[in-house]
């Protein structure tokens, strides 16, 4: 009798070690699931963008640590966009095409955008951009984790017109974020009694600003709004400064915290910025965030905006992932229009109508040490609008389409 | 192996293959159903939540673009303006206002001033009292963010318990600010669809609530503490775990613990408009209720059919081993000398089998062992018919031989009465050995018939004690072991045991021993004889010790023979029949006798005789 429930014993035995290898196989053998990145590791575009394949990288890793998704580990597949907007459309179709990659986190720049938005578009994919932009634009292949217009250039325009004056100066770079962010400054400016002194454009990359301190020199404005993008801000910091007119209140709309510091930022004493996130946030949520991303990629790494917005669009599609319990882009394409979470910036919430999020809007006072210090945030998340409602949307296109053909992007 | 029954390991091994396997069955059925209905329950939890979420948000939305279609009425700008016309634009925007069921229409100047209200004309022009406070945070947001903005929800005022919310939009004309536009809603409609419970079952409720600093304010009544809508405020590290998470901005569902502290499966969502925390949720007892019920029909179930699998087992058992039971019985008859009744076995064929090859078996056996008995018994009746002839013979020679012997002794004794003085010496010493040679014949004869007699004349065996037998054959003795010198001791063991015997012979058979004892001693070490009895079981091993002249071993079983003698008359005088007398008492007693001896030191007859079943070594 010994022997014979020694027998069964062992035949249970037997039967559950199989059936647990054959588990341990199947969850083996399950491939990974993959994501494109692309970002610009080469060209002008590089120290801007490369602190974001930094945070996909932690979301990702973290994402991992617990165990993956569906059971699959999280693969990330990087392509490098050169700073080539073709580039990046050509890399993201290779993702898609050959690595088929389960969705696409790429670009900074609306150009970049505009060029990758019909290859994900036209292959029925996923993208996340976690850039601030100019807005004017929805795509049912895109999720923007970035300030829409009525979450940056609107309020931050707004308080810099009731803290410094209504005597503004523009300053931007020469491409199509400036141009249209300048446009809807001249809109808000309209309705607040604002009056533009001057407007004027630098070329990507170019360290002529001579004119544009000229203008500033000569017309006294109250305050400058400035859209100038990339390492053209550290000759115009520079100039202001040289020229006296450091104490010139200035906000600006493309300068974080790591572009801050390195193009001098904090050598202006009224400097101001408009973002939606700052590294300085005091919340249990962006500590841990920051700690996190400076336990990876060292303790000089800076967060910002558009760091934390990746980071965010990570943890969302990884979310939506586990809710559609599928990787496929069409059915997580549908699951992330439910998501939200308690994010470093705030509480964020997709829109399903303009797959934008709800964000909090903050000002920031630029620090010695080139972070900012909050002086100012709405109460709540605020609802995304990239067309903002004041004008309908045949006006906005026409405006969007004489923008795009006047000038190079 | 050893000691289990065949019912027990059929039992056993039933268990083990039917029950064992279907319990883990059951089990990992169970445990599937019950995974199942956890996602499936989650899932419409799920679906409820977001739908409900839709909904909110879908009327909220709805009444945002009314608001930003509103705006674009020339009503609206004539009222900010308050020129000609104005009187006509307010009516007409009462009018929208009924039909649209709004509450009321404020619009507020850039600088807070409020121009026009559809149901409070007395607020107009007056500065916003603290119960339009809402509507004020409303037209400042909205004039920041130059966007339509949904204020906080709150209920009318004091004494009105409906809930409302402003959704103020941003007034522009050629690009210029007026003012905002506010529509005040009445949520009932909207709070009825939220909080319908349908398809969330009797315990189904759907929480909202919004964060105020640090505390939790409900926006519904909560019946399980008695909590009233917008009135029940807590710590917001006290409120139930999914609602802290839904006011996080966190989205889930799950198995967790409500407001009152009961286990639920709930859905919690954000909803960015209006900054609400949204808990659908039924009872984990209700939800479940389904596998509860299958768990128990499962159990149910379980138990019925290990009655039922231990009943056929118990059964199977049965009748293998009825025949068994059965064969077991017979060959205890046939173990007890019993002649064994012929065996039926239905049912198992293999029963039948053994029961046949048995019956085959016990009937050979029984025929010879019929045989043999017949054998035997003819054989006993063989020999006692030779032992009764015998003895007869015995009994008729020894009295009728002594007949002739009387009359040639007493002829004898005539012959020397009468003509004793004619004989001369050597005539008078033939006539003493003729005389000694018919006494010596006379001696023989009554030996002879008193050894026939044992058997034919011996008394019924009874209890009695050996003490006073043995006592008496000392006594009998007196003489010859005082002529002797000689000492004998009895042993207490002795005059304590208890026999089954003839106490007359038994006396005789320790006569016959100490005498002989006492007649064989050694003529210069001085005679000792000890008798001693040592328990055996159920006998009594006795013993009588000499210290004589010792017999050869070559001896020791020719002394039991009947006449035989080791020594001549005139060394020791007898006939030689003694120790065959005890031989014969001893067997007739179903003991046993034999000796021990070495020469010139002495000797020892051992015997044993049945204890009574009275008494036991021990047993005072």
Known sequence: MRKQVALSLIGGFAVLLFSGALLGALRQSAPPIRIGVVY??????????????????????????DGGLLGRRVEMVVADGQSDWPVFAAEAARLIKDQHVSAVFACWTSACRKAVKPVVEGLHHLMFYAVQYEGLEESDAIVHTGAAPNQQIIPGTRWTLDHFGRRIYLVGSDYIFPRTANRIIHDVAAIADGRILGERYVPLGSDDVGAVIDDIRRLHPDVVLN????????????????????????????VAENEMRSFGGAALTR??????????????????????????????AVTSDPVEAIYVAVRLWAQAVREAGSDDPGRVNRTILRQSMNAPSGIVTIDPATRHLWKMVRIGKVRPDGQFQQVAATDDPVRPAPFPFYRDREDWNAITAALTSGTAP | MRGHGITTRLLAVFILLSLVPMAGLT????????????????????????????????????????????????????????????????????????????????????????????????????????GASELMRGHQAAIALLDTQITDVRPFSKDDDRLAVYVVTPVLRQGRLLGTLALQLDLGSMMRVATDNTGLGASGETILAQRVGGEVL?????????????RYKIALDTAAAPMRQALAGGRGQGITQDYAGQTVVAAWRYLPDPRWGMVVKMDRREAFRQA??????????????????????????????????????????????????????????????????????????????????????????????????????????????REPLRMVSSYMALLERRYGDRLDAEGHEFLG????????????????????????????????????????????????????????????????????????????????????????????RPCAVHVGAARQGDLWELRVDDTGIGIEPQFFERVFGIFQRLHTRQEFEGTGIGLAVCKKIVERHGGRIWIESAVGRGSTFFLTLKASCDTSPGAD
């Open chain 2, 218 to 230: 409900y926006a519904v009544d909560l019946p399980r503490v008695s909590g009233h809508a917008f």
């Open chain 1, 227 to 254: 859209t100038i993008n990339g390492d053209s801000n550290r000759p115009f910091f520079e100039g202001l400064r040289k020229a006296g007119l450091g104490d010139v209140p200035v906000m600006s709309f493309s």
């Open chain 1, 271 to 300: 400097h101001y910025a408009t973002w939606t996130y700052f590294q300085s946030l005091d919340n249990p949520e962006n500590k841990r965030f920051v700690a996190a991303f400076q336990a990876r990629f060292g303790a000089q």
């Open chain 2, 292 to 401: 509860r019920t299958l768990r128990l029909a499962g159990g149910s179930a379980f138990l019925l059919l290990l009655t039922a699998v231990s009943l056929a087992a118990w059964r199977f058992g049965r009748s293998i081993i009825a025949p068994i039971h059965r064969l077991t019985a017979i060959s205890r008859t046939i173990a007890n000398g019993e002649t064994p009744a012929k065996i039926t076995v239905s049912g198992w064929r293999e029963a039948e089998q053994l029961a046949e090859a048995f019956n085959t078996m016990t009937a050979i056996q029984n025929d010879s062992h019929a045989e043999l008995e017949r054998r035997v018994e003819q054989r006993t009746r063989q020999l006692s018919e030779s032992n009764a002839e015998l003895e007869q013979f015995a009994y008729v020679a020894s009295h009728d031989l």
């Open chain 1, 40 to 65: 610009s590791l080469t060209g002008t575009m590089a120290d801007s963008e490369r602190p974001l394949l930094d945070a996909v990288r932690l979301g990702v890793e973290e994402i991992n640590a």
């Open chain 2, 433 to 524: 050995f003729a005389r000694d040679g018919a006494q010596r014949m006379d001696r023989l004869i009554l030996d002879l018939l008193a050894f026939s007699r044992i058997d034919r004349k011996g008394a019924p065996m009874v209890t009695m004690p050996l003490g006073p037998a043995v006592e008496q054959a000392v006594a009998n003795l007196g003489i010859s072991i005082e002529e002797a010198g000689a000492v004998v001791t009895v042993d207490e063991a002795v005059t304590g045991a208890v026999i089954v015997g003839d106490s007359v012979q038994i006396t005789q058979l320790f006569q016959n021993l100490i005498g002989n004892a006492v007649k064989y001693r050694d003529p210069i």
């Open chain 2, 27 to 130: 089990a990992l059925f169970l445990g599937q159903f019950q995974t199942a209905l956890e996602a499936s329950t989650l899932s419409t939890l799920a679906i409820i939540a977001d739908k409900k979420a839709d909904q909110i948000a879908v009327y909220l939305h709805e009444h945002a673009e009314n608001a930003q279609s509103l705006i674009l009425l020339p009503q609206v700008e004539t009222l900010f303006a308050s020129g000609p016309g104005a009187a006509d634009a307010a009516r007409s925007l009462r009018a929208f206002g009924a039909r649209g069921d709004y509450r009321d229409i404020v619009l507020t100047s850039v600088g807070g001033r409020i121009v026009f209200s559809a149901t409070h004309p007395e607020t107009v022009d007056a500065a916003p009292g603290g």
